[in-house]
């Protein structure tokens, strides 16, 4: 069954705006990933924070992650046409060999010049 | 240099004929898998190999027969194809810890159409 749930699926903003997308999940975790995917490549890891991290920045990524509410943020700011893609959230719900990542269903970023 | 590496590309054929596609990482990564993603992008993971060894099989019909030689490749054979294969399969890899997997490198993907 699918773990995480991105909201809202698509995003339309201006450059220069910030772009918020959020991630809910239904299950306990180990680590919950943000990946990036161009029209017609393959994805792109962005973030990953561990459950017992609630907030991670790269650049201009900042994820947040609230285990209570099993929710995770990604927040891009200043967006740049180049940000334009998909972006999946991803959860990790087991250990060791067994670990795998269950995806959510991605949104759509379009940021217009 | 490219770190995940797919061959081919793009792969078009009918339906009961049997094809394979390559993978190939050069990260020294001890985890390798194997991802279906549908017209809706939905990405679902199919297998996974730790050093060579079968740890993930995700209820995939057994016309799917994934083969890893080797650690550094990962290769998967499609035997009888049918019109519901036609999908973009994505080699990925990572190394695993004991907090679950760490960041995975995915390949350009191949995409596959069976008529």
């Known amino acids: 069954s699918q773990q995480g749930e991105e909201d809202p699926q698509a995003l339309s903003i201006q450059e220069g705006e910030n772009a918020t997308m959020n991630c809910s999940y239904k299950?306990?975790?180990?680590?919950l990933q943000w990946y990036r995917q161009n029209s017609g490549r393959g994805l792109v890891h962005l973030i990953l924070i561990r459950s017992n991290e609630r907030e991670k920045h790269s650049g201009r990524l900042r994820v947040t992650l609230d285990t209570s509410k099993k929710s995770s943020s990604l927040l891009i700011t200043a967006s740049r046409a180049a940000d334009t893609a998909s972006y999946f959230c991803a959860t990790d719900a087991f250990t060791g060999a067994n670990s795998k990542l269950t995806f959510g269903k991605g949104i759509t970023l379009s940021v217009r010049p | 240099d490219t770190a995940v590496s797919q061959t081919p590309k793009y792969l078009v054929t009918q339906m009961g004929n049997d094809k394979s596609i390559k993978c190939e990482q050069n990260?020294?990564?001890?985890?390798m898998y194997w991802y279906k993603q549908d017209s809706k992008k939905f990405l679902k993971i199919m297998f996974s190999y730790n050093n060579k060894e079968l740890i993930i099989n995700e209820t995939v019909p057994n016309r799917f027969s994934p083969k890893s030689p080797d650690k550094a490749h990962l290769n998967l054979h499609i035997n009888s194809l049918e019109l519901g294969d036609s999908a973009v399969y994505f080699c990925?890899?990572?190394?695993?810890?004991?907090?679950?997997?760490?960041?995975?490198?995915f390949g350009p993907g191949t995409r596959l159409t069976v008529t």
């Open positions: 990260l020294g990564h001890d985890t």
């Open positions: 299950t306990s975790i180990n680590n």
């Open positions: 990925a890899s990572s190394h695993l810890g004991p907090w679950g997997s760490y960041e995975q490198y």
